[in-house]
């Protein structure tokens, strides 16, 4: 009787150890809808979505919003009797927006397995409204291998007046080099983010950081940081091979021709590794991502722009067993091997305890500017009111000064800016 114990408590242990490492399969008839951000991570998230179908048997269906069009799809879905039950909450407007949609995520087994709060936002009322699920970094990638054919190295940047020096000495020769200093810098909805909202953190942060970093979006900003944006902005348009008055009409591919090495520096962040590596076959170690050197005062200390507008929340008016069933969805994506293995092949770094490493050499060099005690230039234009409108004004006003550089239609583009943010915050706050 007593070796008939020892057995059956013997095979108890081995199968509760089976099950404790397969997911956990939801309570109820609950299913997931996940409403993505990121349109270069669409078919590395329905891999996910198939895979943990395929182990739980829960339905989870992952949609993805068109390049700059997320908030307009949000809410179109959210008027749907299908609503998404993870969407993207990804700075303080949003939850003021989205508050009423966010489950509060305190406590959940998810949260409970971040390794930073750094990403996480919050309600008026303490509740937390969404987690980041991955932290990314951008500046100006450069190809180092174009650089040194260029007669240049990387160690010879150090701010913006040996930037725009050897930019501008690329663009001279590029004929007979064969690429050209920048990558094109179309003005459509699928590049022009870059600048309405990357770029113009040049300002944003500078700004921020003299009032001792915004904690909320300030009714109006001062524009003090605008001729440092122009700097490179000037630099951009004017040391490509496209011409500026044709920035307006878009229709330009500037990965593409990053990766076919048709110039030297592009724009973009840590998001574009896999496709650079992947898709165009660039040597990880030819690729270099520097700070935006744009004349501002000690900004040979400065380093990346990192952070995140990625942030998970869960949709609080979902049924309660799709709740459920996203929560373990959740946990399942952060802990699982293969799961994480997946998130960091297409996202690079998320902040969780259990996470698969990255190979993305930019997210490595964020760091290595970091440990060199570099700033780290955070991502303030997350405070930006009415964020849509606000970069359509800044779109349209930089149209007009690449068609005509001068200073009327720079005037224009201060405007955009800075009256653009007071009119924008009245908007949302009136």
């Not at 010879?156 to 690329?170: G, H």
């Not at 709740?323 to 373990?328: G, K, P, R, S, W």
């Not at 005690?373 to 149209?399: C, H, I, Q």
């Amino acid at each position: 009787m007593k070796k008939t114990l020892i057995v059956i408590a013997l095979v108890a242990i081995v199968l509760g150890g089976l099950f404790a490492s397969t997911p956990t399969e939801s309570k109820g008839n609950g299913s997931v809808y996940w409403l993505n951000f990121k349109p270069e991570s669409d078919s590395a998230l329905k891999e996910l979505a198939s895979l943990y179908t395929s182990k739980t048997g829960v339905k989870v269906n992952v949609v993805t919003a068109a390049s700059g069009t997320y908030n307009t799809t949000l809410t179109a879905e959210m008027a749907k009797s299908s609503k998404p039950t993870i969407f993207v909450v990804g700075n303080q407007a949003a939850v003021e927006q989205w508050g009423d949609y966010c489950y509060d995520l305190t406590g959940t087994k998810v949260a409970g397995e971040l390794n930073t709060d750094a990403y996480n936002l919050y309600k008026a009322n303490g509740e937390l409204a969404s987690i980041g699920y991955c932290y990314e970094a951008f500046g100006i990638i450069v190809n180092k291998e174009l650089l040194a054919k260029a007669g240049y190295s990387i160690s010879d940047i150090t701010n913006f007046a040996s930037l725009k020096r050897i930019a501008e000495d690329i663009h001279r020769r590029s004929s007979s080099l064969g690429f050209d200093a920048f990558t094109s810098s179309g003005m459509d909805s699928s590049s022009s983010w870059r600048f309405s909202g990357h770029l113009a953190n040049i300002d944003l942060y500078y700004e921020s950081r003299d009032a001792g970093n915004w904690t909320a979006t300030p009714a109006t900003i001062t524009g003090r940081y605008l001729g440092n944006f122009k700097n490179l902005w000037d630099l951009y348009i004017n040391n490509s091979s496209v011409n500026p008055n044709r920035l307006a009409t878009g229709g330009f591919d500037a990965g593409q021709e990053f990766g076919t090495k048709k110039a030297v520096f592009y724009q973009n962040g840590s998001w574009e590794y896999d496709s650079l590596v992947g898709t165009y076959g660039l040597d990880p170690s030819t690729l270099q991502m520097i700070p935006f050197y744009c004349g501002v005062a000690g900004e040979e200390k400065a380093g990346l722009n990192c952070g995140t507008e990625n942030c998970w929340a869960v949709n609080a008016k979902a049924s309660k067993e799709d709740i459920e069933a996203t929560l373990d969805f959740m946990y399942w994506m952060v802990t699982d091997p293969e799961a994480t293995a997946i998130l960091a092949k297409t996202f690079g770094s998320i902040p969780y305890k259990n996470a698969a490493t990255p190979e993305n050499v930019f997210l490595a060099q964020a760091n290595e500017y970091s440990n060199q005690g570099k700033y780290v230039m955070t991502w303030a234009f997350n405070f930006t009111p009415n964020v849509d409108e606000w970069r359509a004004g800044v779109v349209s006003a930089l149209n007009q000064y690449d068609a005509a550089q001068n200073s009327s239609n720079w005037s224009k583009v201060v405007s955009a800016f800075v009256q653009g943010w007071e009119a924008q915050y009245k908007v949302v706050n009136n």
